[in-house]
Each structure stands twice: as structure tokens, then as C-alpha cells.
Nanobody, 122 residues
């Protein structure tokens, strides 16, 4: 069993930055961040595997950076130049499998945190 706890969300103005954190009880093979706008489906934004290989959704490339600190068992998501469309609940997730690239399909992940809300105002 893997436990994940997100933090770092908040309300910010467009153009600002946030760094989300996800504390993990262990180091699984693959981890990812997802966001879910209110009333919409959960969508993958960034993934990272055990070797540090990353994968990003096209809509966030250049603004989102996923990273991890294995010593602290913590996953991060740096979000720069925030836009109102980035608003949503952000979840971190973990999988025990390894792929060529970390997938952004929520169905591939079996452990989930409770989420942290990000609200961006224009």
C-alpha cells in the first residue's frame, strides 16, 4: 500500500506560480500529477518514472515541471505562468509498473492522494 498526501495548492492570480508537493510513503516505479476541473474528467498533466524520465501533456509543456526528491520521498509539480484554465483539484498518483514513458492515463495508476485545490483568477 502506498500513501500519498498532496499540499501546496491555493488561490493565485494569473501569471503567478505555485509548487505542489506530494509526500509518498515509499518510492513506487512511476508517479504522476493529474488535475480535475470542477465537473470535468481527471486529466494527466505530468509523469515521472524511477529513472527520472518525464512526460508532459501538450497543454502544460513549458509551464509545468515535475520532479522528485527520493531522499525525502516527495514528488513536486512546479507550475509557472498560471492561467485560469489551470484551475482544478490536483492529485498525485503512483503506479508499481514501469513504462517507456510515464503514462498520463489515470487508469494506469492505482494509488491516489486526496488532492489539493488550485484556483487561478484572471
Amino acid at each position: 500500500q502506498v500513501h500519498l498526501v498532496e499540499s501546496g495548492g491555493g488561490s493565485v492570480q494569473a501569471g503567478g506560480s505555485l509548487r505542489l508537493s506530494c509526500r509518498v510513503s515509499t518510492n513506487p516505479y512511476t508517479m504522476a500529477w493529474f488535475r480535475q476541473p470542477l465537473g470535468k474528467e481527471r486529466q494527466g498533466v505530468a509523469g515521472i518514472d524511477k529513472d527520472g524520465d518525464t512526460n508532459y501533456a501538450d497543454s502544460v509543456k513549458g509551464r509545468f515541471t515535475i520532479s522528485k526528491d527520493n531522499a525525502l520521498n516527495t514528488l513536486y509539480l512546479q507550475i509557472d505562468n498560471l492561467k485560469p484554465e489551470d484551475t482544478g483539484m490536483y492529485f498525485c498518483a503512483a503506479a508499481r509498473d514501469d513504462w517507456y514513458l510515464p503514462p498520463l492515463d489515470p487508469g494506469q495508476y492505482i494509488w491516489w492522494g486526496q488532492g489539493t485545490q488550485v484556483t487561478v483568477s484572471s
